[in-house]
């Protein structure tokens, strides 16, 4: 079939389409621990593999500071886990004041297990202005100290 487009406007993008910010350009990063073999650029910054993990067990923050702050409609997490059933709690929030007070977007549990449910994606769509910080807190076992946490993908558009 042959087929032409006619007209000279470019058509409108469909919701939610619009291009990933490139965080290793527009953003420093804070961590409160990383493993050397699965740094946080693996998580952030699109055609590495991998994803982030922590090099301690616990509780672990990931925070993206902006400068100038920044306005944020999307915000993409993909967790995986293929080895042990755990209950991990996220926490996403953001502060427009260089991170003296923060405000809460979402609080998740989502329950992994090896022999099914080995991976979450997350989507949310926000509007937020005059980002100045976006932090992430990730639980990796609501239930076991000694989880590790990791992320395999974050995008922000």
Same mark, same amino acid.
């Given at each position: 079939?042959?087929?032409?487009?006619?007209?000279?406007?470019?058509?409108?993008?469909?919701?939610?389409?619009?291009?990933?910010?490139?965080?290793?350009?527009?953003?420093?990063?804070?961590?409160?621990?990383?493993? %050397? !073999?699965?740094?946080? $650029? =693996?998580? +952030?910054?699109?055609?590495? #593999?991998? &994803?982030?993990?922590?090099?301690?067990?616990?509780?672990?923050?990931?925070?993206?500071?902006?400068?100038?702050?920044?306005?944020?409609?999307?915000?993409?997490?993909?967790?995986?886990?293929?080895? %042990? !059933?755990?209950?991990? $709690? =996220?926490? +996403?929030?953001?502060?427009? #004041?260089? &991170?003296?007070?923060?405000?809460?977007?979402?609080?998740?549990?989502?329950?992994?297990?090896?022999?099914?449910?080995?991976?979450?994606?997350?989507?949310?769509?926000?509007?937020?202005?005059?980002?100045?910080?976006?932090?992430?807190?990730?639980?990796?076992?609501?239930?076991?100290?000694?989880?590790?946490?990791?992320?395999?993908?974050?995008?922000?558009?």
């Amino acid at each position: 079939m042959r087929k032409r487009l006619i007209g000279g406007d470019k058509p409108a993008s469909p919701a939610g389409t619009e291009e990933w910010l490139m965080l290793d350009e527009l953003a420093e990063v804070e961590i409160s621990s990383e493993d %050397a !073999a699965h740094p946080i $650029e =693996y998580a +952030l910054v699109p055609g590495n #593999d991998g &994803g982030w993990r922590a090099a301690v067990p616990g509780t672990q923050t990931i925070r993206l500071l902006f400068t100038p702050p920044r306005r944020l409609r999307r915000i993409r997490l993909d967790f995986v886990e293929t080895t %042990a !059933a755990r209950t991990q $709690e =996220y926490v +996403l929030r953001w502060s427009a #004041d260089e &991170g003296r007070s923060f405000r809460e977007i979402v609080r998740q549990q989502w329950n992994f297990n090896p022999h099914g449910a080995t991976s979450e994606g997350e989507e949310h769509q926000v509007e937020l202005t005059e980002v100045g910080v976006l932090e992430l807190i990730i639980t990796p076992d609501i239930g076991n100290a000694n989880a590790f946490a990791s992320l395999a993908q974050l995008r922000i558009a």
